[in-house]
């Protein structure tokens, strides 16, 4: 089986507006919200537009038509007036973008959350987690930039817009044309130049993610870099990968360097044209002084929408793709789910029904049980298996053998393909997820800890433990004796992954986990593998009384695991070859047999069998 | 601050001062175009008599007012001309700063990974892997954005002002003094938010990065939230820390919004004082109209930069703090590994009175080893966990240092040979070895000098996993990691052997390397590595007694102590350890024989 993440390309995913409304939709909650914002926004850019419009009325009043300098504190109203209400528009606009941005971010983040953990096991399986991290991310605050700030701009530049060009029409339309005429290349260059920055954005943000994974592995593998003494190795590597940075970014940046001086250059067409015109007109005195100086900053003003503009619709192009990838992690099929008879019954994972959950005894029946990952290679077929409540199974075979598949299938973190697994004498299907997994302690081969306490990292197994409930599980696998010896005892930090502690004594951690939670069935798949004899004898004697009355399945390469086992299967190509107890199968001198003495080297056995034999047993 | 980025700006240095002119000249243009718009208003509208001398040359130069009213669109070139020259000193000074900062961040990166691979193998332990990455990719960015924009905005933030009002006193002194009301107020402001709104960022980006960890580790360890059936417990701890960050970012941005508001409001009652204040002055004959506009425009150069400034102000703290942050990574310690001896190596290791403890700590990892290792041999190492045996074979190739006695290698203390040397001739694999996200090919073939593939080859056959990698789709050339294929415990420390024995090792370590691994393939490997390194010395940590008994001899560790030595058949008639593993492992064979 191979574990492929193959991701869909999005990279030259086009403006979709369909995909903008389904992103809209998270507004559907605050829906009246969204609307007086956006209505609001509109509306408020035409207090900024009536503030030159006043100065330059009281500039013609008293200056240039000589008028009543009484009039003075009606002009200072009016003004302050105007100020007033367009800071409140300014308020309001921030007020409306936060609270939306942070609506939209937090509602898709839950939504996406809420599914990831809904999802099963065979996605986890193919899909890497930092890409799944982006997406919960990165990829959800650059769309709610876009569906707040980016939106409101956009309504406001549009009330900006048509105000401005309605109220220079009204002044003088001759101007006003003048003023327009720049519009299309303002608007033709903005879009050319960020269509590109942002293309080039990109291939930096790709670089940049490069160059944080080598730092990820430079750290991460900088033990194995010592011991293989590549370090210049690593590091010329690196350096292709800064200097290939920065080369692209210079070029990106030359092109953000440009576009601004440049759509700064145009605009200034306009205002050149103005002055000539219009200042012509008022040496000829065919319009008043005031009219030339509304223009001039109207010229000055209107064209930094229009840029938003060219801006919003390239950044909206370009995080197309982000909304489709959060589309295809939401619209993932979940390919584990409960009927709905059954979520009735028990809830969801989310919002259990614990009150109606059922005690498992423990008796277990796999019948002609059919499984692949993958069609062509078939893992298990008409597979069937009897467990008795109480009884300790272990599963030897080789790496590949479908001895995982079997205890996956167990904790339906994958279910059959055809046939089925019953529980107590019911088809697990009938019974919820939830159930299912609150009854089951799993300890797996490669542990994993959460950052926090070792104590934490106990009570993870059942929340509602007492401390003391951690002690017993502790001593009983004789974890006690190197937590205790550690700095701040049950208290110690254990590390980002648990990295502070050894591979043997996670495996101790994440084994005292699973007791802690006394589930009903035990499921350890390699738990002890990290653990030396001594200690894991320790643990057999532990599993023996722990586990006397659980139905307990064991994956163990280490035979001396599994030798007090009830029933010990031997597994080869998704099959059950040989089914007994350590002496049964001893004694049937097969496969089990030669896998056994395989442990010993062969040119000694003889010696050992006929010399030493005696002397260590009597 | 400035002594890092100065170190790694190297000759383009020279280039920031080109930056900082540029920047004072932008500044100045921008301000002339103030000037010309009062010029034309004035005497070419207007037609007001010219009394300053070098505006009148300068007229002079379109043969006089006259002839610019006559072919009014004179003006519009002296306008585009003035824009012109601004804009295009906004695009050197733009420019250079990209230049320079994009220069700086390369050796800045370069630097950091380089001293990063050279810090001591003990000291990596202490290391959060993804804080440290933060610093070297957010923290750089900062400091990036420092040189590229942040540093020529607060020149320019400094500088308008001062120009400006010195221009403005020289037209009008009472206006002047005008227009200045809002500096103080803004000032304030600035001060306000600077204090304030610093400190809301942190809260808010603290969250972001709450938010994060959870999200990273709940799906790291999705197996166990899974298997433990925690999905609440995960959603209810993620919906907190989103909660969190919405409410504090959400009253970050109003904040932002308030202050900027409050700006505007100055700004604007400036404007207006300027107008209502300029109208007197106009009707009294002190202020022409062109001044007056001169005055207005003026008024909000130097309101917004100064508003910008609390920004401004807040990025130079952040680079600052970064700064630090990544001068923290270069104040770790560094090993050099070239100094030393480089003598033959054969392979004979001699512990002599050996005992290691990490640092400061009194609590003794190894006592008083006393181990001979002849050329050739090959050794197991038995013990409990945490009986040290890791540490002894770290000590041998230099991971640690011991702490007193000394080890070694053909009569040469290993502390006088260059760690590079050292290690380039002791070949260790690691208990959790890791792999680089390169094909499996390149892994293997890593240090391999000849890069021949017939070498590869054989490797992975030694290591029996040459099938396993010929069952990819892409075989060797199949990626590892993230966008490649997961490979399982046993896989990776077999493709971990097989990039180490790729080289003629003359000593060779495998510290529990083989634990994933099932008992035939281990036996397989143990074969082959019989014959393809048969001269090198081999030590081998192992759990199983078979490996054991293939050994030329065992070296039994308990507490940091030896506690015994000799053969396979020495030990099992010693009572102790090694007897007791023996038989927890043997005894039921045994037992199962008896009955034939």
Same mark, same amino acid.
């Given at each position: ?7 869909? $390309? ?29 209505? =609001? ?26 008028? $009543? ?13 105007? =100020? ?156 292709? $990968? ?163 598949? =079997? ?147 064991? =994956? ?63 | 601050?400035?002594? @890092? +980025? ?97 220069? !700086? !961040? ?148 109003? @904040? ?52 910008? +400034? ?33 003598? *033959? ?28 290792? *002849? ?23 230099? %991971? ?21 040397? %050292? ?115 081999? %030590? ?26 000799? !053969? ?8 102790? @350890? ?19």
């Amino acid at each position: 089986m191979t574990n492929r993440f193959q991701e869909q $390309d999005f990279s030259n995913t086009k403006f979709k507006f369909s995909s903008w409304l389904r992103l809209a939709k998270v507004y559907l909650p605050i829906k009246k919200t969204l609307l007086s914002a956006l209505i =609001i926004n509109t509306i408020t850019p035409l207090s900024e537009i009536l503030f030159p419009l006043i100065n330059s009325y009281a500039i013609d009043y008293f200056l240039i038509k000589n008028g $009543d300098l009484d009039k003075i504190p009606l002009f200072i109203g009016v003004s302050f007036f105007v =100020i007033i209400v367009t800071i409140i528009g300014y308020l309001l606009f921030f007020k409306h973008c936060a609270k939306l941005e942070m609506f939209f971010a937090y509602s898709l983040k839950q939504e996406l959350f809420h599914k990831l953990q809904k999802m099963s096991f065979s996605y986890f399986d193919v899909t890497p987690v930092g890409w799944i991290i982006s997406r919960v991310t990165s990829d959800v605050n650059r769309l709610a930039e876009i569906m707040s700030w980016a939106l409101i701009d956009l309504f406001s530049g549009l009330g900006y817009l048509v105000f401005a060009t309605t109220i220079m029409l009204i002044v003088n339309y001759k101007l006003a044309l003048l003023v327009l005429i720049v519009v299309p290349f303002i608007y033709y260059i903005s879009y050319w130049f960020q269509i590109r920055i942002l293309k080039n954005y990109r291939g930096i943000r790709r670089l940049n993610s490069i160059i944080t994974g080598r730092f990820n592995e430079g750290i991460q593998g900088a033990k194995t870099t010592k011991t293989l003494g590549i370090e210049t190795l690593n590091l010329d590597e690196f350096k292709g $990968d800064t200097l290939n940075m920065k080369h692209t970014s210079i070029k990106a940046g030359l092109f953000s360097n440009i576009y601004r001086p440049l759509i700064n250059f145009v605009s200034s067409f306009a205002i050149a044209l103005v002055i000539w015109q219009g200042g012509h007109q008022v040496f000829q005195g065919v319009i008043s002084f005031g009219t030339l100086l509304l223009f001039l900053q109207y010229a000055n003003q209107f064209f930094q929408p229009l840029r938003n503009f060219a801006n919003i619709y390239a950044e909206a192009q370009n995080a197309s793709a982000n909304a489709e990838r959060i589309f295809s992690l939401l619209d993932e099929e979940i390919a584990i789910v409960d009927t709905k008879e059954v979520i009735e019954k028990y809830g969801t994972i989310l919002q259990p029904k614990t009150e109606n959950y059922e005690d498992i005894k423990g008796d277990i029946e796999f019948k002609d049980i059919e499984f692949y990952y993958n069609q062509k290679e078939p893992i298990l077929k008409d597979f069937n298996l009897k467990v008795q409540a109480g009884q300790t199974v272990a599963l030897i075979g080789e790496t590949g053998s479908g001895k995982s598949t =079997i205890v996956n299938l167990l904790c339906r973190f994958y279910e059959p393909i055809s046939g089925e697994i019953l529980i107590d004498g019911v088809d697990y299907r009938k019974r919820s997820i939830g159930w299912l997994h609150s009854k089951i302690g799993y300890v797996l081969q490669a542990p994993h800890l959460f950052s926090g306490t070792i104590m934490e990292n106990i009570r993870y197994g059942n929340l509602n433990a007492e401390d003391e409930d951690i002690y017993r599980a502790c001593k009983l696998l004789k974890a006690d004796e190197f937590i205790e010896k550690l700095d701040k005892g049950y208290q110690s930090d254990v590390g980002e992954g648990g990295n502070k502690l050894s591979t043997g004594q996670k495996q101790l951690i994440s084994f005292a986990r699973a007791i802690v939670a006394n589930p009903s069935i035990y499921v350890l798949d390699e738990a002890t593998s990290s653990i030396d004899s001594e200690t894991e004898k320790i643990i057999q004697y532990t599993i023996e009384h722990v586990m006397k009355d659980k139905t307990t399945f064991i =994956i163990a390469h280490r035979l001396s695991t599994i030798v007090n086992a009830d029933v010990i299967l031997v597994i080869q190509n998704g099959k059950i070859i040989e089914q007994g107890n350590h002496e049964t199968l001893m004694n049937l001198k097969q496969h089990y047999y030669r896998l056994y003495t395989n442990q010993f080297n062969e040119q000694l056995q003889d010696e050992l069998m006929k010399g030493v034999k005696h002397e260590a047993f009597e | 601050m400035f002594k @890092l +980025l100065y170190k790694h700006m190297h000759k383009y240095k020279y280039l920031m001062l080109l930056v900082i002119l540029f920047t004072v000249l932008f500044t100045l243009a921008s301000l002339l175009s103030g000037l010309v718009y009062n010029f034309v208003i004035d005497h070419v509208i207007n037609n007001q008599p010219v009394h300053n001398p070098i505006i009148r040359f300068i007229a002079s130069l379109f043969y006089g007012i006259e002839f610019i009213q006559q072919h009014f669109w004179i003006t519009a070139i002296l306008m585009i001309s003035i824009y012109g020259c601004v804009y295009l000193l906004q695009f050197l000074k733009d420019s250079l700063q990209t230049i320079v900062s994009e220069h !700086t !961040t390369f050796h800045l990166r370069n630097a950091l990974f380089e001293h990063l691979q050279l810090i001591p193998y003990a000291t990596y332990n202490e290391l959060k892997t993804g804080d440290i990455v933060q610093r070297c990719s957010s923290d750089v960015d900062t400091l990036k954005r420092f040189i590229g924009s942040t540093f020529s905005e607060l020149i320019y933030a400094l500088s308008i002002p001062f120009i400006a009002v010195a221009i403005l006193f020289n037209i009008n002194f009472k206006m002047a003094f005008v227009s200045l009301i809002a500096i103080p107020l803004l000032i304030v402001l600035v001060v306000i938010y600077s204090k304030n709104i610093a400190k809301s960022f942190l809260i808010s980006d603290e969250a972001d990065g709450e938010l994060n960890t959870v999200v990273q580790e709940s799906l790291t360890g999705i197996r166990v939230v899974k298997a433990f059936n925690r999905e609440q417990y995960e959603m209810q701890k993620f919906e907190e820390k989103n909660m969190a960050y919405r409410k504090v970012t959400e009253k970050l941005i109003e @904040l932002i919004g308030i202050y900027w508001s409050s700006a505007s409001l100055i700004a604007f009652l400036q404007i207006m004082f300027i107008v209502g204040f300029g109208i007197f002055q106009v009707r009294n004959q002190t202020l022409t109209l062109g001044q007056l506009f001169l005055f207005v425009t003026y008024s909000s150069s130097i309101v917004w930069p100064i508003t910008n +400034l609390g920004r401004l102000i807040g990025d130079a703290g952040k680079a600052y703090i970064a700064a630090k942050r990544i001068n923290e990574i270069f104040a770790y310690p560094i090993e050099d590994i070239d100094v030393g001896e480089e003598y *033959p190596i054969k392979g004979e290791i001699v512990f002599h009175q050996v005992s290691f403890h990490y640092g400061d700590s009194n609590q003794t990892i190894l006592s008083n080893i006393d181990l001979t290792i *002849p050329v050739g041999s090959s050794v197991a190492i038995i013990g409990p966990t945490g009986s040290g045996k890791s540490s002894l074979v770290h000590l041998l190739c230099r %991971l640690n240092d011991v702490s007193e006695g000394a080890i070694y290698i053909d009569g040469h203390n290993i502390n006088t040979f260059s760690k590079r040397y %050292l290690r380039k001739h002791i070949g260790i694999v690691l208990q959790e070895p890791f792999l680089f996200s390169k094909s499996i090919y390149d892994n293997i073939a890593l240090n391999n000098e000849h890069q021949d593939s017939s070498y590869v080859d054989s490797a992975t056959k030694a290591a029996s996993i040459y099938d396993v990698i010929q069952q990819f789709d892409q075989g060797f050339h199949t990626l590892v990691g993230e966008k490649g294929v997961t490979l399982s415990g046993g896989q990776k420390q077999r493709v971990a052997i097989a990039r180490t024995i790729i080289h003629p090792y003359p000593i060779l370590i495998f510290d529990d390397s083989l634990s994933a691994v099932d008992n035939m393939t281990e036996k397989n490997i143990r074969r082959a590595l019989k014959e393809t390194a048969k001269d090198s010395t081999k %030590l081998i940590i192992t759990q199983r007694i078979n490996t054991c008994m293939d050994a030329d001899f065992i070296v039994v560790l308990e507490g940091g102590n030896i506690s015994a030595i000799g !053969t396979h058949q020495e030990l099992i008639l010693k009572e102790g @350890l090694y007897k007791r593993i023996y038989e927890i492992q043997s005894q039921m064979i045994l037992g199962g024989e008896q009955d034939d």
